[in-house]
């Protein structure tokens, strides 16, 4: 190493990588065969996302995806994570593969290979087909179906792949979209809220079960944005009302897949809607994951409330906080990261999503973007990453979010989470002080 000792803080097979999704990075939403999805719908509904957004252009990666693999190589990336479009695979949901669509994935996967960095595929990252929402969406068995066969097409379509995940945060697509209505498709029903987790995750379970009859020899897993929330003080009530807090957040996703029932104390809080299981659907759930993906960005803390469903309810905390708002807690990480491994028995973890939004701008220069709120933000949660790991648990890698700013979401282009700076008008992409940051920790030159 030209001289220079690895710090050997992280194992020396540790997965550093970086990650995106199809909508918020592509663009090119009517080229190449591909048909709307529910967030291209969703965001050309007024009112729904700020200054009137869409991820029409967002990143334009489906033209510029060379450009960025290069970002990642010089980067020194070992892995980059992204998801597939399935309205560009299989336009219609169901049906033919559009081999347009598939083209363009081969293509950027030939890239990274060509330049050492591992694809780990996503299957789903919340742009349903708008065809398979109009018939019912995630609330419906057939969508579990239909997942089912898109992600065995998949499979056959990149075989060479060696990180599936099946599904992106169920959470959000089942309680923002069904729920709350706040991301696509932008409804406000509980029973199909409840309808749709348990079918996501049927969806979940249908396509492990089909990766591990094409005996592949990749691994396959899924990621969830789980919340174990800290009580406010310690005393039994509040301890108590951070158990239940993450019954939602948690146990309704991560218990299924691991082999045990949903959280009884969820359900019980909210009679009158119940799941939709069929016999044999839980122990497809819990088909055998290889590894688990875990996506964190802050911890909560709560308070016992009587007054409601779920007997808690969440209190002001000290932290700064990032351009979402969200408080920034790396010991909230290394708690998190210990009660994983101890629910889930020794298997392998990855941080597939963690970052932060920071109001970025660029230098007088033009030319820089000095990004030290991030920089910090990362040292304190690597650093947390690397503690859990010296107390033994198994965190086999590392995805920061995200690798360039996008669309986020029902936030438009107004939030930066980038280690590149995408300038959205011309498309220009400029790495902030933090990419070099990454840089550094990846070649073991930065203690964290």
């Not at 075989?159 to 729920?179: A, F, M, Q, R």
């Not at 933000?377 to 947390?384: D, E, T, V």
Request: charged share 25%; hydrophobic share 35%.
């Amino acid at each position: 190493m030209s001289g220079h000792e690895k710090t050997g803080q992280f194992p020396d097979d540790f997965l550093w990588g970086a990650a995106t999704a199809s909508y918020q990075v592509e663009g090119a939403v009517k080229e190449g065969g591909r048909t709307p999805s529910i967030w291209d719908t969703f965001s050309h509904t007024p009112g729904k996302i700020a200054h009137g957004h869409t991820g029409d252009m967002a990143c334009d990666q489906y033209h510029r995806y060379g450009e960025d693999v290069q970002l990642m190589a010089d980067l020194g990336l070992g892995a980059y994570r992204f998801s597939l479009s399935w309205s560009r695979i299989i336009p219609h949901g169901i049906g033919r593969v559009n081999e347009e669509g598939a083209a363009y994935y081969k293509n950027l996967i030939s890239a990274l290979r060509d330049k050492n960095i591992e694809p780990v595929v996503t299957l789903y990252h919340w742009d349903l087909p708008q065809e398979l929402e109009d018939a019912g969406g995630w609330p419906e068995r057939a969508t579990a179906d239909a997942f089912q066969k898109y992600a065995e097409s998949c499979f056959e379509l990149f075989p060479d792949v060696k990180y599936w995940i099946t599904l992106n945060e169920p959470l959000c697509s089942s309680v923002l979209g069904y729920l709350q209505g706040t991301q696509a498709p932008g409804i406000r029903d509980r029973q199909k809220s409840m309808s749709a987790i348990h079918h996501l995750l049927l969806a979940h379970g249908k396509a492990v079960n089909s990766y591990r009859k094409r005996g592949l020899g990749g691994q396959i897993g899924i990621t969830l944005n789980m919340q174990t929330p800290r009580p406010a003080t310690s005393s039994s009530r509040d301890r108590e009302a951070a158990d239940r807090a993450a019954d939602l957040r948690t146990r309704m996703f991560l218990d299924p897949v691991m082999g045990r029932t949903y959280p009884r104390r969820y359900l019980d809080a909210y009679p009158g809607y119940p799941l939709p299981v069929q016999s044999g659907d839980m122990e497809t759930i819990a088909a055998k994951l290889d590894f688990l993906g875990v996506n964190f960005y802050w911890e909560d803390a709560v308070v016992w409330d009587q007054s409601k469903p779920e007997k808690y309810r969440l209190t002001p905390q000290y932290q700064p906080t990032t351009a979402m708002g969200w408080p920034v807690t790396p010991e909230g990480l290394y708690r998190h990261l210990k009660w994983i491994a101890h629910e889930t028995d020794g298997l392998p973890l990855y941080v597939t999503e963690n970052g932060a939004a920071f109001n970025d701008v660029l230098g007088t220069d033009g030319n820089s973007c000095h990004d030290s709120e991030r920089i910090e933000y990362l040292k304190s949660y690597l650093a947390a990453c690397r503690r859990a790991i010296e107390t033994g648990v198994p965190l086999k890698g590392y995805f920061l979010w995200s690798l360039i700013d996008n669309f986020e979401w029902s936030y438009g282009y107004e939030k930066r989470f980038g280690i590149v700076y995408c300038d959205f008008k011309s498309q220009r992409r400029l790495p902030k002080d933090s990419f070099y940051f990454y840089r550094d920790v990846i070649s073991g030159m930065e203690r964290v």
